[in-house]
């Protein structure tokens, strides 16, 4: 986990290299580079080190053929991919094992597992890759105007060297969907690489047509073991030179990454002082013996992190549970610990939204603003004109899809991103790595042979997942409707209790865009 900064013809100072040192530095804090020069570049590096505790693995890396690399996040199978390509060469290290292989003209970026953003530059100064996983599990944000280019972990520090202003149509956006979902970023001119997509090599996962290819196969007669690629999805996850504990939570999906890590592993969740769903369910495990710790968070200390995050991030956050990750994450670092697993990408994958996956599965043609009345945080008449106009023409783009599989393509493709960016930021501002082993190519791939039918019953989502979470605890737990996790926002601005969602909702937005100002 890492955090870099890659600069073409944009003159740079001493001054700007502290601004790096403050954007960029909490998410490497083992290692930071400084301003390196590369064939007409400008580097930095900030180091977290989670595989290979040397300094062989520091960055800027230079390949053997001249080039540099700048590496963000984890390559799960680099050893099974050093065999295949290396024999008997061996490296503890993911980063040499990456930059060798970019070495190969042919290298299918596909064949890499794991959750990673990276730039790669050779020795002529000309950008070889500018890649992001599947998912989007990593951040990579760039600007390009024709002269000058510049690729980021974080927006903040684009704009900062630039002097970019916030962008009009990413507040709006915000008060929507509490991201800029087609903005791309809150700033003028900075955009992101799309998930599964290399800049110079264009998209090497495709997820729409995986999808497409799967619907027109139709329903098999036998769907792949769901259990086994979670099981194995975990395993991947827990490799590291360093402690992995797990986010934990009353829901399934926690719950499912939780049977398949060690008993030994350390638990983590957390909310405000008043009792929770999260908490009482915690509370009901330890008493059966499992080590969860519970973290508490008051008021005044929730009010004094929230701004601290929106001050160095530069943007308004998505949800007030960012605040109590960071905490988490805080925790788990004074604890020696590195890592944490996290449940995202279930809900995306298997129709998780249960009044939004169940409206869609059972219509015969998809209306954005009938979509938008269901997922928007506002109301229809208060949605600008263009966003209609923009979630229309995603769709329109997959309307070769069923209504079920658009919008379970709408979650993979533009929802969780969002959920991954405030994971990461959320665990970085306290040195920590966040991974997601629901969130695998192999589960997805498992998941779209499930169609409407088989993914949702009775209103409820996640049906494959349920079966195994009924297997692996009970029938009552598996099947249980989704629980929010509600922080009263309003409360703890005001004082004053909220009577409704959308009142929390609207503190929420309003204090983060104060906090910007």
Same mark, same amino acid.
């Given at each position: 986990?890492?955090?870099?900064?890659?600069?073409?013809? =944009?003159?740079?100072?001493?001054?700007?290299?502290?601004?790096?040192?403050?954007?960029?530095?909490?998410?490497?804090?083992?290692?930071?580079? &400084?301003?390196?020069?590369?064939?007409?570049? #400008?580097?930095?590096h900030?180091?977290?080190?989670?595989?290979?505790?040397?300094?062989?693995?520091? @960055?800027?890396?230079?390949?053997?053929?001249?080039?540099?690399?700048?590496?963000?996040?984890?390559?799960?199978?680099?050893?099974?991919?050093?065999?295949?390509?290396f024999?008997?060469?061996?490296?503890?290290?993911?980063t040499? !094992?990456?930059?060798?292989?970019?070495?190969?003209?042919?290298?299918?970026?596909?064949?890499?597992?794991?959750?990673?953003?990276?730039?790669?530059?050779?020795?002529?100064?000309q950008?070889?890759?500018?890649?992001?996983?599947?998912?989007? !599990?990593?951040?990579?944000?760039?600007?390009?105007?024709?002269?000058?280019? *510049?690729?980021?972990?974080?927006?903040?520090? *684009?704009?900062?060297?630039?002097?970019?202003?916030?962008?009009?149509?990413?507040?709006?956006?915000?008060?929507?969907?509490? #991201?800029?979902?087609?903005?791309?970023?809150?700033?003028?001119?900075?955009?992101?690489?799309?998930?599964?997509?290399?800049?110079?090599?264009? @998209? #090497?996962?495709?997820?729409?047509?995986?999808?497409?290819?799967?619907?027109?196969?139709?329903?098999?007669?036998?769907f792949?073991?769901?259990?086994?690629?979670?099981?194995?999805?975990?395993?991947?996850?827990?490799?590291?030179d360093?402690?992995?504990?797990?986010?934990?939570?009353?829901?399934?999906?926690?719950?499912?990454?939780?049977?398949?890590?060690?008993?030994?592993?350390?638990?983590?969740?957390?909310?405000?002082?008043?009792?929770?769903?999260?908490?009482?369910?915690?509370?009901s495990?330890?008493?059966?013996?499992?080590?969860?710790?519970?973290?508490?968070?008051d008021?005044? $200390?929730?009010?004094?992190?929230?701004?601290?995050?929106?001050?160095?991030? $530069?943007?308004?956050?998505? !949800?007030?549970?960012?605040?109590?990750?960071?905490?988490?994450?805080e925790?788990?670092?004074?604890?020696?610990?590195?890592?944490?697993?996290?449940? %995202?990408?279930?809900?995306?994958?298997?129709?998780?939204?249960?009044?939004?996956?169940?409206?869609?599965? &059972?219509?015969?043609?998809?209306?954005?603003?009938?979509?938008?009345?269901r997922?928007?945080? !506002?109301?229809?008449?208060?949605?600008?004109?263009?966003?209609?106009?923009?979630?229309?023409?995603?769709?329109?783009?997959?309307?070769?899809?069923?209504?079920?599989?658009?919008?379970?393509?709408f979650?993979?493709?533009?929802?969780?991103? =969002?959920?991954?960016?405030?994971?990461?930021?959320?665990?970085?501002?306290?040195?920590i790595?966040?991974?997601?082993?629901?969130?695998? $190519?192999?589960?997805?791939?498992?998941?779209?042979?499930?169609? #409407?039918?088989?993914?949702m019953?009775?209103g409820?989502?996640? *049906?494959?997942?349920?079966?195994?979470? @009924?297997?692996?605890?009970?029938?009552?737990?598996?099947?249980? %409707?989704?629980?929010?996790?509600?922080?009263?926002?309003?409360?703890?601005?005001?004082?004053?209790?909220?009577?409704?969602?959308?009142?929390?909702?609207?503190?929420?937005?309003?204090?983060?865009?104060?906090?910007?100002?």
């Amino acid at each position: 986990m890492c955090g870099f900064f890659a600069a073409k013809n =944009v003159e740079m100072t001493f001054r700007l290299e502290e601004t790096l040192d403050k954007r960029l530095g909490f998410r490497g804090p083992d290692y930071q580079s &400084g301003l390196v020069s590369h064939a007409g570049w #400008y580097l930095y590096h900030a180091r977290l080190k989670i595989i290979s505790d040397t300094t062989e693995s520091n @960055q800027p890396y230079y390949s053997g053929d001249g080039a540099v690399l700048l590496f963000n996040g984890e390559i799960l199978n680099f050893e099974s991919l050093q065999q295949t390509y290396f024999g008997g060469v061996s490296s503890a290290s993911d980063t040499i !094992v990456l930059a060798r292989l970019l070495e190969i003209d042919d290298f299918d970026l596909d064949e890499l597992e794991g959750f990673f953003a990276f730039v790669r530059i050779d020795q002529n100064g000309q950008l070889t890759n500018a890649a992001r996983d599947a998912f989007g !599990v990593k951040p990579l944000h760039y600007f390009n105007d024709g002269t000058k280019q *510049i690729f980021s972990s974080e927006a903040s520090a *684009i704009s900062d060297v630039l002097g970019l202003k916030y962008n009009k149509g990413a507040m709006e956006e915000y008060k929507v969907f509490r #991201y800029p979902i087609f903005s791309e970023s809150y700033f003028d001119n900075i955009r992101q690489v799309v998930p599964g997509t290399c800049l110079c090599r264009g @998209q #090497y996962f495709d997820a729409h047509g995986e999808m497409l290819s799967a619907e027109k196969a139709g329903p098999k007669d036998t769907f792949a073991d769901v259990e086994k690629i979670v099981a194995e999805s975990v395993r991947q996850r827990l490799i590291a030179d360093f402690p992995v504990a797990v986010l934990f939570s009353g829901g399934i999906d926690s719950n499912l990454v939780r049977a398949f890590v060690p008993s030994s592993t350390k638990f983590l969740t957390g909310g405000l002082v008043e009792p929770s769903f999260d908490t009482k369910f915690a509370n009901s495990e330890i008493e059966q013996g499992l080590d969860v710790e519970i973290l508490q968070v008051d008021d005044a $200390k929730f009010l004094e992190r929230w701004t601290q995050m929106v001050a160095l991030r $530069k943007e308004p956050l998505s !949800v007030p549970n960012e605040v109590i990750i960071s905490f988490l994450g805080e925790r788990w670092a004074t604890l020696g610990g590195k890592i944490l697993l996290s449940g %995202e990408g279930a809900d995306e994958f298997f129709g998780g939204y249960d009044r939004i996956f169940s409206w869609a599965g &059972g219509i015969e043609f998809l209306d954005a603003r009938e979509f938008l009345k269901r997922y928007a945080y !506002v109301a229809l008449e208060d949605i600008p004109e263009w966003i209609i106009e923009a979630t229309n023409s995603y769709f329109a783009g997959v309307s070769n899809l069923s209504p079920f599989n658009m919008v379970r393509l709408f979650f993979v493709q533009k929802h969780m991103p =969002v959920l991954f960016r405030r994971l990461d930021f959320s665990l970085m501002f306290s040195g920590i790595e966040g991974r997601e082993p629901l969130a695998s $190519k192999a589960l997805f791939r498992a998941a779209i042979q499930f169609d #409407y039918h088989a993914c949702m019953a009775d209103g409820l989502g996640k *049906i494959p997942l349920r079966e195994v979470a @009924q297997r692996l605890y009970s029938e009552e737990f598996a099947f249980r %409707e989704k629980v929010g996790f509600p922080i009263d926002v309003k409360k703890i601005v005001t004082g004053e209790e909220a009577k409704n969602p959308k009142d929390i909702y609207s503190h929420w937005i309003n204090r983060n865009l104060e906090l910007l100002a």
